[in-house]
């Protein structure tokens, strides 16, 4: 029914420890409920695993069974308001099959390597343009799922409460194998940037968080230096499409490719540091100011495994309304880290803003509108203390993390900033798995 894999990945080149004593590819979800009955054969904690590109030990082996999805790879039905499609396509097969009908998702991220059933059940938070959608798993609008019993089930967002749990369950609640995903037509965005230093941002904050659609930060704490692109649906653009394609041509050749990720593995040695940098700002200040582009030409695929990405960040997300103060000491933390030290991460950092989204319980922006603060790093000796550090600094600040892209997260992270919703969760997943069947160590030690 399924192949199982003889050697199973343990710790891998990206410092993530899996450990997991099968590796079973699944071709048919039928084959989830016999799965789950035999515990002899598929030993607990039973994992689903779809790209395997998140942060943390979220998917988890633990001795016991994971499940890799990549063989649900079926878009099933596309509808004028929604696609149907089985758990393990990429969001970038998707979005690619959706711009040759003229569609697209309500939001777009920048990495295609994600699972449609990590979409679903995973804390995605995106640059939003409205409230209501900051989270990808708010796309989500139906859920085909199999419980820890074994019993199929469809859930819809006509369900809201059922729904709002499960869009971040972390295949805690059930092994998901289809969901439906809302699109839309395809509209070009214009993007422009600007660069400040942080007592310009402050003073201009009010006027940037007030204008219309998406904000994505770049932020240099050592150089004081604030990127911002905003990224604005342009409704009534008359833009041809070879003038679009010329246009995003130089974005991704000059722009792009200088920030977040890609950048990791590009300064993996030191000195590449600086140059890279006045790379991205000369990219900035050479012209490309105001382009037009869709939104599934940003997506990027990295490469097939995971670790082969080298890049590795941290994200937690902060309340809008003191951002700016709360950049003013990060920049102070990071400068202070490295006098004592003598570490610094990817001199630049990502940050996106998130309109309130209380679509799923473990939403970043569930109790109101947020920016994220995300630091890199190539891997390099030092990382692992500073974040750390940089956990407690996010904490004590108002901060609230995510699963699978928040490192060394502890427990009371996750009881400061989710408190009571942590607590329903705990209960609701004790009540659904009793014998802990799709629980790993790492969601027991952080949610009991
Ligand atoms: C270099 C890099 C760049 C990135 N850029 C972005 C970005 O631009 N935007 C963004 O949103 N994210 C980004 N990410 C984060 C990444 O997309 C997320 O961590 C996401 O979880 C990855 O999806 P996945 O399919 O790899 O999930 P996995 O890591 O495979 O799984 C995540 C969790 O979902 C559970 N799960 C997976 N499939 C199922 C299922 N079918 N049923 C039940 N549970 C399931 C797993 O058990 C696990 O708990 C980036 C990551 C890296 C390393």
Redesign the pocket.
């Known amino acids: 029914m399924v192949n199982k894999v003889s050697d199973p990945r343990g710790a891998d080149s990206s410092g993530i420890y899996r450990r997991p004593r099968l590796v079973l590819r699944l071709k048919r979800f039928e084959d989830l409920p016999s799965l789950l009955s035999k515990p002899k054969s598929y030993p607990s904690p039973i994992?689903?695993?779809?790209?395997?590109?998140?942060?943390t030990r979220?998917?988890g082996g633990d001795g016991g069974t994971t499940v890799d999805?990549a063989g649900l790879d079926r878009i099933l039905e596309f509808g004028e308001n929604s696609v149907r499609a089985q758990?393990g396509v990429r969001v970038s097969t998707l979005v690619k099959a959706l711009a040759e009908r003229g569609q697209e998702l309500p939001l777009t991220?920048?990495?295609g390597?994600?699972?449609l059933?990590?979409m679903a059940?995973?804390t995605?938070p995106?640059a939003s343009y409205a409230d209501g959608m900051s989270q990808?798993s708010s796309c989500i609008c139906e859920i085909k799922m199999v419980t820890p019993q074994g019993k199929h089930m469809t859930v819809t967002d006509r369900d809201r409460d059922l729904m709002r749990v499960l869009r971040s369950s972390?295949?805690l609640l059930g092994?998901?194998?289809e969901v439906v995903v809302r699109v839309r037509p395809m509209l070009p965005v214009k993007i422009d940037y600007q660069v400040l230093n942080l007592k310009e941002f402050g003073a201009r904050y009010p006027a940037l968080i007030g204008a219309p659609g998406a904000l994505r930060l770049h932020v240099s704490p050592f150089h004081d230096r604030i990127t911002i692109e905003r990224r604005t649906p342009a409704e009534s653009a008359s833009i041809t499409r070879s003038g679009i394609w010329q246009i995003k041509q130089s974005v991704m050749r000059n722009v792009l490719p200088a920030f977040g990720?890609t950048v990791g593995s590009v300064l993996a040695a030191r000195g590449l540091r600086a140059a890279v940098l006045s790379g991205m700002h000369r990219a900035l200040s050479g012209g490309s100011r105001d382009v037009m582009m869709y939104s599934h030409e940003w997506m990027r695929d990295?490469p097939k495994e995971?670790w082969k990405?080298r890049?590795t960040y941290s994200l937690w997300a902060f309340p809008q309304a003191d951002y700016p103060a709360l950049l003013g000491a990060y920049f102070a933390f990071c400068k202070s880290y490295y006098k004592k030290h003598r570490y610094r991460g990817n001199v630049v950092s990502g940050a996106a803003r998130l309109h309130q989204d209380r679509g799923s319980l473990f939403s970043a922006s569930y109790s109101g509108p947020m920016f994220t603060l995300e630091p890199s790093s190539s891997g390099e000796q030092g990382w692992d203390d500073f974040l750390i550090d940089f956990n407690e600094f996010a904490s004590s600040h108002g901060g609230t993390p995510t699963f699978?892209?928040t490192r060394a997260l502890q427990p009371e992270h996750v009881a400061k900033s989710f408190g009571e919703r942590a607590k329903l969760f705990r209960a609701l997943r004790q009540r659904t798995d009793p014998v802990n069947r799709l629980r790993n160590s790492y969601f027991a030690y952080l949610l009991g």
Do not use: K, W
């Open positions: 994992r689903m695993v779809g790209a395997d590109y998140s942060q979220c998917v999805t758990a991220p920048e990495m390597q994600i699972s059933g990590a059940m995973t995605l995106q990808l972390f295949g092994l998901v194998h990720s990295m995971a990405a890049h699978n892209q």
